[in-house]
């Protein structure tokens, strides 16, 4: 029987984790070795590498109504698309509202998560602490690990010949990061083009004196800004739209979704994607086709070698370079896990439903937010908490080993070699978190919604898939679902309403 649960972690994770162990009537204790919670989310000015947060001018990729916790709506004055000191006086908001601090043990960190020797029988963890030089021991009936995948830096330098041997240059990972005056007149080579390496070329090609982008992939860019000024994936991420992914033929979805995305700007003549490539990746960024269009950022080939002072590219050119900035992303780790829990997975793909080690004796050890969606990552992890606090109550269970082991082989892609890091996490948005919900019984039935409520029916079918969706039905279901769901398209307009103009409406 579980009661007492250790959470590693107070970022996104561990905040969802330690409400949703509440709601359960377990006692959760979160250690984090930070002083305050947010995780990447707390900026900090450091770049020593021990303390991981976004940089000073990132703006979310997702818009507040469908990032939101699911019975917590931002405040309505918020923007759509908020910047990181608004994300963390959200989160210190929900913190207060539900009297998660007091479940916070902060500046402590968790040094090792081993199983007891009982642990076949007990399913317990001893896990060991640090605080103020000080270790202590303690005994958890299960455990939440909730780092997510922004844990150690991924620097490929061994791709790159010449980077540590000839280039005189500096070059450094997008961590280092914190805003682009020190770059001021120089000449930046950004290696990646996800989303970081698309809002750090914009953000340098301002002060540098002349900013590269290399890519190896086709990429699609994406405003957040859709149809009519709304937000892109309120827009787009609907359960009509799922339903037509499931029901085409792929080639078919990807014909219409390279023609929707052309529609903005053509992507071959810029050098950024092509429609016979079937293998592709969807960044979010407003400005990056400007600066391609204005000379400000020059899109360039993967990188063959760097001499002395310049980048030997692929297709044989070659530039000038002072400072080349790695965007390649990060490496999941776990040092904290004893070696044979942690060798029992290398990432997500060998979890069941990305959460548990399928092998483990007792299914009391979790990992939450080792994932990345198509949409928020802070609704999958908040649905992932949900269905582990179930579990760990005892009202859900997780069918046997056997099955667990072959949905895990089922899911597995074939392997690759060298297969990118990010690779491995991607999954759709709408598919993950209503599997999850469906494992947690909690996910919206649209028959029973029909015949109940059909104009809430046609706002959850045909709306945005918003989280709020999520609490309609089952356990943890809240009483203010069905009012923010209606009332989702007046948040989002509202921080807009500070001048009114004749033809004002309230159409949406």
């Known amino acids: 029987m579980v009661r007492r649960v250790a959470v590693i972690g107070a970022g996104v994770g561990g905040l969802v984790s330690v409400k949703c162990c509440l709601d359960e009537g377990l006692e ?65 908001m929900y913190a207060q509202h539900f009297g998660l601090l007091q479940h916070i043990r902060f500046k402590t960190t968790a040094l090792s998560v081993r199983k007891r020797p009982d642990f076949a029988t007990s399913g317990q963890w001893e896990v060991v602490t640090e605080t103020d030089g000080i270790q202590e021991s303690h005994i958890f009936d299960a455990v939440m690990v909730c780092t997510g995948h922004y844990q150690e ?33 120089k000449r930046v080579l950004v290696i990646g083009i996800g989303n970081t390496g698309g809002d750090l070329s914009v953000e340098l090609s301002r002060v540098a004196a002349k900013v590269f982008l290399s890519s190896r992939s086709s990429t699609w860019v994406l405003s957040r800004v859709s149809d009519h000024g709304f937000p892109m994936d309120m827009v787009n991420t609907t359960r009509f739209n799922s339903f037509l992914d499931w029901l085409l033929p792929s080639a078919i979805m990807n014909r219409i979704k390279f023609r929707k995305f052309n529609s903005w700007f053509n992507h071959t003549n810029y050098g950024l994607a092509s429609t016979k490539n079937s293998n592709f990746k969807v960044i979010v960024n407003e400005e990056l086709p400007f600066c391609l269009l204005s000379g400000a950022i020059v899109l360039k080939p993967k990188v063959k070698e760097f001499t002395e002072n310049s980048a030997v590219f692929e297709d044989g050119t070659i530039e000038n370079i002072d400072v080349v900035l790695f965007a390649t992303g990060y490496i999941s780790s776990f040092p904290f896990l004893e070696e044979s829990v942690r060798s029992l ?3 997500n793909r060998w979890l069941y439903k990305c959460i548990f080690p399928p092998q483990l004796e007792k299914p009391t050890l979790a990992i939450i937010g080792l994932i990345q969606l198509t949409g928020s990552v802070m609704v999958g992890t908040e649905m992932q908490a949900r269905w582990v606090a179930g579990i760990f109550a005892g009202w859900n269970k997780l069918p046997p080993t056997s099955r667990m082991m072959a949905d895990v082989l089922k899911r597995k892609p074939p392997v690759k070699r060298n297969p990118p890091e990010r690779e491995n996490l991607k999954m759709s948005f709408i598919s993950y978190t209503s599997e999850i919900a469906s494992c ?43 009012d923010a769901i209606l009332t989702q398209w007046q948040r989002t307009l509202k921080p807009l309403r500070t001048r009114m103009v004749d033809d004002f409406s309230d159409s949406s």
């Open 440 to 482: 947690a019984g909690v996910k919206p039935s649209m028959l029973r919604l029909l015949l109940t409520d059909p104009r809430l029916a046609l706002a959850v079918f045909f709306g945005p898939c918003t989280p709020y969706q999520y609490r309609l039905m089952g356990r943890g279901k809240w009483s203010g679902a069905r």
């Open 345 to 347: 997975f290398k990432d």
């Open 28 to 92: 959760p204790t979160c250690f984090e070795r930070n002083e305050d919670i947010g995780g990447l989310w707390c900026y900090t000015d450091s770049t020593d590498g021990e303390r991981i947060s976004v940089y000073r001018s990132v703006i979310t990729n997702t818009s507040k109504e469908m990032s939101c916790f699911s019975d917590f709506p931002y405040p309505e004055d918020f923007p759509s698309y908020l910047p990181h000191n608004l994300v963390l006086r959200y989160f210190r």
């Open 153 to 185: 830096m991924y620097l490929p330098l061994a791709s790159f010949p010449g980077i540590n041997t000839h280039f005189k240059g500096q070059y450094l990972h997008s961590q280092a990061y914190k805003d682009a005056e020190a770059f001021r007149g």
